[in-house]
């Protein structure tokens, strides 16, 4: 039982990542209807900014541990949300009106850019920082010595997921900026004759989309406590299956998907095997999509008159 | 005021490949008059629509728009979302193009963004939620409440526009094209498929929207009780081109309109054309 919660919180941990990423994913589909498969790699300049940031204000002399960490989150965010706004207008929006395929190949293509970009600036070799934030809270201690714990980290990543959650949730729901969003998506042409700017409205889904990306990416780096320039690939293949898990287009989806790719991944490496930890989570994914063909909050996609 | 039309097509052809939707039609309407559009199915009425409403590129002419203050602007130049943003001209369609996830409150809100954009200072101020920002807000929402009312569909404003009555679905989206705050009204069918109550209701609507609120109408429509009933003036057209105009009383008696409408043999219709050409 003791296991089992701290495979719980462990996984609900992991999950919040995935779910932050999948956002991105899921909010970029709805909105132009193609799979951004750069947003992993997005994810992963989250985590070399937040490292980079994180360094400089250190050598800086800047010691306080809470004013570092608000300062490398706005830092990471505001950066990625540039990068996010840049990859959209130089690799999608040239090819919008091209044929259906023609932006998910120059995401392909983007994602390689972005790769090797930062290999070559950054270096191959994993960049490791010193736990920041440190200690926690024993929860339970248990008769043949397991302890579950739930350290300080954890409750920082969870926490800042649900707080962004529900700013996000309130920006696309409450907001004129979020009408808008929802507006493009369900008929671009009808929001233009209207006045909305569909492409300034899209551009504006990349960088929070890039946003949340780099939320993630700082989180990643706390909790593992170390980047590498082709952490992106599997992450982002991963949130792109919790996306559709959760129903591509859905956001609630999303960070559901997240969840439980999160979850199902964890469980499984603790009572199976760590190294078919990904198959598992693959072999969920084929298994949904075969019974619930537009996974668990989607809808079904109506054709457009 | 301006005395100039509101609308003037000048010579406007649309192409699809061989075929002309659209051959050298000329025409104005206006200033606060309600313009009808009319014609056989087919005859290029909709891809008229479509040129003004920027859908289309214009193979050739121009489609000059010009507001009470003098201001001018060539239709087929601006880009999409200036078509509401600067020329001011809003369109419905003939399969209602609502937003069917939106509730229909959000629909008309969706319809101000104009105006809410100027208030929120690209976003920022909007987020920061300061007072002028939220009396622009509100006054939106005003706005829309209004229009709401004027349709009638205030119990509904809730709802998911999907799930709305066809005719409601009409009417939200003529409250939809008022909430831009239109100078000019471009109406495509607006009264197909409603029954006799919902249309007279409709033409109502259309002549306070005229004179109460200074917007010119546009109007497509093959219903002729409401063109004959709430027309200034007529455009009848028939295989792309102009066939006749003038008030409603004219057109009734035009044996050209006649012709079209009714159909005739061969000769005549050769005879028709030839007078065209």
Request: proline content about 3%; overall charge negative.
């Amino acid at each position: 039982m003791d296991y089992f919660a701290q495979q719980l919180i462990n996984g609900l941990v992991l999950g919040s990542i995935y779910g932050l990423i999948a956002i991105g994913y899921t909010m970029v589909y709805g909105i132009v209807g193609m799979i951004n498969f750069a947003h992993g790699d997005v994810f992963m300049i989250g985590g070399f900014i937040a490292l980079i940031s994180f360094l400089v204000l250190v050598s800086v002399g800047l010691t306080a541990v809470p004013v570092i960490l608000l300062i490398v989150l706005l830092v990471s965010m505001a950066i990625t949300a540039l990068y996010g706004w840049t990859i959209e207008r130089i690799a999608y929006r040239p090819l919008r009106h091209s044929f259906r395929l023609a932006p998910m190949l120059s995401a392909i293509g983007m994602s390689f850019v972005l790769t090797n970009f930062s290999q070559v600036s950054q270096g191959a070799r994993v960049k490791p920082v010193p736990p920041i934030i440190t200690g926690g809270y024993t929860l339970h201690e248990g008769d043949g010595g397991f302890v579950v714990q739930l350290s300080n980290i954890q409750i920082v990543v969870v926490i800042t997921t649900i707080v962004l959650l529900g700013l996000f949730t309130w920006l696309v729901s409450r907001t004129r900026l979020g009408r808008d969003m929802r507006a493009c998506e369900q008929d671009q042409t009808m929001a233009a004759l209207l006045g909305v700017d569909v492409d300034r409205t899209i551009s504006m889904t990349f960088v929070i989309g890039a946003a949340l990306a780099a939320v993630a990416g700082m989180m990643y780096l706390l909790y593992y406590g170390l980047v590498d320039f082709f952490m992106g690939f599997v992450a982002g293949i991963k949130a792109f299956t919790a996306a559709v898990l959760g129903g591509i287009g859905s956001l609630p989806g999303a960070m559901l998907g997240g969840l439980a790719i999160g979850l199902i991944e964890t469980f499984w490496s603790a009572y199976f095997s760590v190294e078919y930890k990904d198959v598992a989570a693959f072999s969920i994914l084929i298994v949904v999509l075969i019974f619930l063909p537009t996974g668990l909050l989607g809808r079904p996609e109506v054709e457009k008159v | 005021m301006s005395s100039a039309p509101i609308l003037a097509l000048e010579n406007l052809t649309m192409r699809f490949g061989g075929i002309v939707a659209v051959n050298a039609l000329s025409f104005t309407a206006q200033r606060q008059q309600i313009t009808a559009l009319i014609g056989p199915n087919g005859a290029g009425k909709t891809t008229v629509f479509n040129c003004i409403t920027g859908f289309y590129k214009p193979t050739s002419g121009v489609i000059r728009l010009t507001h009470d203050d003098g201001a001018q602007f060539e239709m087929q130049k601006l880009k999409d979302f200036n078509i509401s943003k600067q020329a001011k001209v809003a369109r419905t369609f003939q399969n209602i193009r609502l937003f069917p996830g939106m509730t229909a409150l959000e629909n008309l809100m969706v319809a101000q963004h104009n105006a809410l954009m100027r208030a929120s200072g690209l976003t920022l101020i909007g987020l920061l939620g300061l007072p002028s920002w939220r009396a622009a807000e509100q006054s939106a929402i005003d706005n829309a409440v209004f229009w709401l009312k004027r349709v009638g569909l205030i119990d509904r404003a809730d709802d998911a526009a999907g799930n709305l009555a066809y005719g409601d679905q009409r009417r939200l989206e003529i409250a939809r094209a008022m909430c831009t705050g239109p100078a000019l009204l471009c109406l495509d069918e607006p009264a197909a498929g409603l029954n006799a109550r919902e249309s007279a209701a409709l033409s109502e609507l259309l002549l306070s929207i005229r004179s109460d609120h200074a917007t010119s109408i546009l109007l497509i429509e093959h219903d002729m009780s409401v063109v004959m009933e709430i027309s200034d003036r007529v455009v009848v057209m028939d295989y792309g081109v102009k066939i006749a105009e003038g008030t409603p009383r004219e057109i009734r008696d035009d044996p050209k309109v006649i012709a079209a409408y009714l159909g005739t043999d061969e000769e005549e219709a050769a005879a028709v054309m030839e007078a065209e050409a």
